[in-house]
């Protein structure tokens, strides 16, 4: 019993997104497919469940040549996919988005919801999974909802199961319980396929790794024959350096200093629930926690984009609690939001336009109505320049560049000017290795000229690899506070909340 | 460093959304009820009673007799008590119940202020206003499901419209059931218009909607000129009868108001049912809905978006070319210019008033079937508003319904939304 992708290629207009992709998996083995973002993990991954179809190649299961129209038709040859954004319907409990697609009826399409709860309820016992199936989805928690996406694919009865990036989303202790889960699976004899860019993860959960770079695989390799740095370089095709070079902080005055501050969400729960901490000059303080603790809606409150219900945000003594991101940029904070492409760029516009976005209505872009673009052009040209941009142009779309350039634009927006608080949230979240190097250091920098400096990022990796000190969100609170020297398990643990930790283990 | 976990006096920088909303409201109550002690308890003679009629002519007879400034004391002080209880934000979850209250009580007041030294059919205007609400919980019926499965229909007016129009011409000719059939096909036919226009080219959506209205506006309005004034035989489909449901229709007052009616009454209240039932019990229910909220989902468990949706808004299309058959082939018998007068527009706030739910579509059509009413009945009697602003009164209704006074509610997420498959 085997599944086999032979000889896959994928042409995309201008891009060759699949090269020659050869990957195969047996019944009861995991197969983890390593690459960096846009190695071409993602597209071969669709191609297998039906999302798209090959430009040419094979997909042959038990040696029998198949072919997927939809994820229906690949459903049915027995292939099961928990996506990297979940695809659970949120309003929806979790026996309604089990069945969904293949729903128990009895006459007239009458869905026969005991048998539903029943199906639920007997894969989750199987497999330990404690999962309430009356329970709606946008209640649960993260790692709950993934185990939902598990069920989901054993109750369609899938041979093969594939992982998209599964422990993006999870705290260390989940990670734990998701390998488990997993180890089970394949003593049950489904065929899994891991795919990750987390070596360390690869090399404790895999029977075999697949390496991939830039639509094509380079290697294959045993886990017993390599360790991080090999796997590392395969990925990246040069010797990379995992660690960021940084001097000890020197902290001086307080920067930052957030009381008690109580944030509303879209929803109105109070996201951020009564938070206090200080940031001061020349250090960097990260923030830890598995994502939608609360981290959003916090730098949302510290940048001017939400209102908060109440407590006070002080920036050098100075009330900025209501003030609006205008201010908040004039009183010199610079901001790199979470998600670049939503909220740090103006995607149309050009490379030009995006550099001056912060800037243009001061002297000496504008004057009074006019702007001067010739002046924004050259300081687009500068800062392409110091900034390192790799790009064509800077009159060619922002769209049109890579991950890291975008956020190397936005990172040269944001710094071009005498910084006294940097707020970043996933500064380097799906950019290639080269560019986080480049931030990373780029960060450090500003804090060695002066600059209080605020790192939020779900990857603890680069939290405790950039911070001076790092402080753990959980439910809207903060769960603890640690020094650079704490070892990566203690602030996992913070990251599960101490009180729900033993619940949550089990 | 502080580590605030303990729950510490927070200094409040603003209200919850909520709460200031629950202060508007109390606040415009406390006015209203100012409002009624000014204008209907003191503005009339102390002397005056007001008749409600609370049977049909050729029932039982049955009248309520009430002083018509005692009510409307009574109805002041409730209004401004509940007025005050909103305001004190103590169960800002029930500020809707309270609003809901007094403006029930608001409305009677009114009614009573209105039929002062005079009688008047109260239970006329009762069954009227479900009359009345049967297009405009038709339309919202078509509304959500079309918005169930994230296409938003603005055209419900030109379906409406079309509908009407095809529905006196085939009435005419080959009778009233032709003339039901293919009004209902005729929604249906603009309903694939839409889905074509907004899931195949996916142009937006209210545009493409707006598009349609002006069409059928346009085409119905040249078609009524030029064929119905000269073939006027064309026009005259006759209509569906009232037909008494046993029992049901006996009961005092309700009996009148919902169970003696045409089938087109009957088949709302059957549709709505069938509805809730699909939507929130059945296979098809479950998968529409997964559409509306998360079309990616629904696509990797092998469910057709596109399919789901152009089926859905054309059920839509039915559904509003089931109103538009109401429209001539019940209640008014033959076409004329503009017949609709935005109903179809009222119908899509009905829908949301009603949370995208059948029976808050029900519901929200009966709020709006009484402010027509009001704007037919009140003519009658003589009240020293002018009927300008009486006309007013169902926009009106629309305007404030839809401004928020019933709070944020939660449409499908993917709402308008087109659907890429990559």
């Not at chain 1, 149309?348 to 009074?368: A, D, K, M, Q, W």
């Not at chain 1, 400096?453 to 969100?473: F, G, H, Q, T, Y």
């Not at chain 1, 070892?487 to 283990?505: K, P, Q, R």
């Not at chain 2, 209200?15 to 003191?42: K, N």
């Amino acid at each position: 019993m085997e599944l086999a992708l032979t000889g896959i290629t994928k042409q995309f207009p201008g891009v060759l997104a699949n090269d020659n992709v050869n990957l195969r998996v047996a019944e009861g083995e995991i197969v983890a497919l390593l690459g960096e973002n846009g190695a071409g993990k993602t597209t071969l991954m669709n191609i297998l469940y039906g999302l798209y179809h090959p430009t040419a190649g094979t997909v042959e299961i038990d040696g029998k040549p198949v072919q997927f129209q939809s994820p229906g038709d690949a459903i049915d040859a027995g292939i099961g996919m928990v996506h990297q954004h979940f695809m659970l319907v949120p309003v929806f409990t979790v026996a309604e988005n089990v069945i969904l697609g293949d729903e128990p009826t009895k006459r007239l399409g009458v869905i026969n919801r005991a048998k539903a709860r029943d199906a639920v309820t007997e894969i989750s016992r199987r497999y330990n999974l404690d999962v309430d199936p009356d329970a709606t989805i946008e209640d649960l928690p993260v790692g709950i909802q993934q185990r939902v996406e598990i069920i989901k694919v054993l109750e369609r009865q899938a041979r093969f199961v594939v992982f998209d990036e599964p422990t993006s989303v999870l705290t260390p202790t989940e990670v734990d319980g998701f390998f488990e889960i997993v180890q089970s699976l394949k003593a049950d004899g489904k065929g899994i396929i891991f795919i990750s860019h987390k070596l360390g993860e690869a090399l404790e959960i895999a029977d075999r790794i697949v390496i991939m770079r830039r639509g094509k695989t380079v290697a294959e390799v045993l886990p017993k024959d390599i360790d991080e740095a090999g796997l590392a370089e395969l990925m990246v095709g040069r010797p990379v350096d995992l660690v960021v070079d940084k001097a000890p902080a020197d902290p001086k005055d307080v920067v930052l200093a957030v009381e008690n501050l109580t944030v509303l969400d879209d929803r109105n729960r109070r996201s951020v629930d009564g938070v206090s901490f200080q940031v001061r000059s020349g250090e960097i303080v990260g923030i830890a926690g598995v994502q939608g603790n609360g981290q959003t809606e916090l730098v949302e409150a510290l940048t001017g984009l939400r209102t908060p219900l109440g407590g006070r945000v002080r920036l050098k003594g100075e009330d900025m609690t209501t003030a609006s991101p205008r201010a908040m940029h004039q009183a010199n904070v610079a901001h790199v939001p979470e998600d670049r492409q939503k909220s740090g760029l103006v995607l149309p516009f050009t490379v030009t336009e995006n550099i001056i976005l912060n800037s243009y209505y001061e002297e000496p872009l504008s004057r009074g109505v006019i702007m001067d673009w010739d002046e924004a052009r050259d300081r687009a040209t500068r800062l392409v320049e110091e900034y390192d941009v790799r790009t064509p142009g800077i009159d060619v779309p922002v769209s049109n560049l890579s991950g890291g350039n975008q956020q190397k634009v936005i990172v040269a927006r944001e710094f071009d000017r005498d910084v006294a608080l940097v707020i970043a949230s996933q500064p380097t979240r799906g950019i290639d290795v080269g560019s986080i190097e480049y931030i990373h250091s780029r960060i450090v920098e500003e804090r060695d000229l002066g600059a209080a400096v605020l790192i939020v990022s779900s990857e603890l990796e680069e939290v405790m690899a950039l911070s001076d000190r790092v402080l753990v969100m959980y439910a809207g609170k903060i769960a603890g506070e640690f020094d650079a020297s704490a070892s990566t398990t203690e602030v996992g643990l913070a990251m599960l909340g101490s009180a729900d930790e033993a619940e949550e283990a089990s | 460093m502080a580590v605030t976990t303990s729950p510490e006096i927070v200094e409040k920088v603003r209200a919850t959304p909520e709460e200031r909303r629950a202060t508007a409201i109390g606040i415009v109550l406390v006015a209203i009820a100012a409002f009624v002690l000014w204008v209907f308890a003191l503005g009339v003679d102390s002397s005056f009673v007001s008749t409600f009629n609370l049977s049909l002519p050729g029932d039982p007879d049955l009248t309520w007799v009430v002083s018509s400034q005692v009510l409307s004391f009574v109805v002041a002080a409730t209004i401004a008590f509940i007025g005050g209880w909103v305001l004190r934000r103590t169960h800002v979850k029930w500020t809707n119940l309270g609003l809901a209250i007094a403006l029930s009580l608001f409305a009677l007041a009114f009614l009573t202020w209105a039929a002062a030294d005079k009688s008047f059919s109260l239970v006329g205007m009762l069954r009227s206003t479900v009359i009345l609400s049967v297009p405009v919980t038709l339309g919202a019926l078509s509304g959500l499901m079309c918005e169930r499965v994230a296409i938003i229909n603005i055209a419900i007016e030109g379906q409406l419209l079309t509908a009407a129009f095809v529905g006196t011409v085939a009435g005419s000719a080959w009778g009233i059931w032709a003339g039901l059939i293919g009004a209902m096909l005729t929604g249906a036919i603009l309903g694939f218009v839409l889905a074509v226009l907004s899931i195949r080219y996916r142009i937006d959506q209210i545009i493409a909607g707006v598009v349609i209205n002006i069409f059928a506006l346009g085409l119905t309005s040249f078609l009524a000129r030029r064929i119905l004034s000269v073939t006027p035989e064309l026009n005259s489909p006759g209509r569906f009868s009232t037909h008494k449901v046993p029992l049901l229709g006996d009961i005092p007052v309700l009996g009148s108001m919902f169970f003696n009616h045409n089938m087109f009454v009957y088949g709302t209240y059957i549709l709505v049912i069938v509805l809730h039932f699909g939507l929130f019990y059945t296979r098809w229910g479950l998968r529409s809905r997964a559409v509306g909220e998360h079309p990616k989902a629904a696509d990797t468990v092998g469910i057709d978006v596109y399919r789901t949706r152009y089926r859905n808004v054309m059920y839509g299309g039915l559904i509003a070319g089931f109103g538009g058959a109401f429209l001539t082939l019940a209640q008014v018998s033959r076409f004329e210019e503009n017949l609709t007068a935005g109903v179809g527009y009222i119908g899509l706030a009905a829908m949301i008033f009603g949370r995208w739910m059948p029976f808050g579509a029900l519901g929200a059509g009966l709020v709006f079937g009484f402010a027509l009413t009001l704007q037919q009945k009140l003519g009658i009697l003589g009240t020293p508003i002018p009927s300008e602003f009486l006309s007013m009164t169902p926009y009106l209704v629309t305007i404030i319904v839809v401004a928020g006074v019933v709070g944020r509610s939660r449409p499908p997420a993917a709402d308008g939304q087109p659907y890429i498959k990559d």
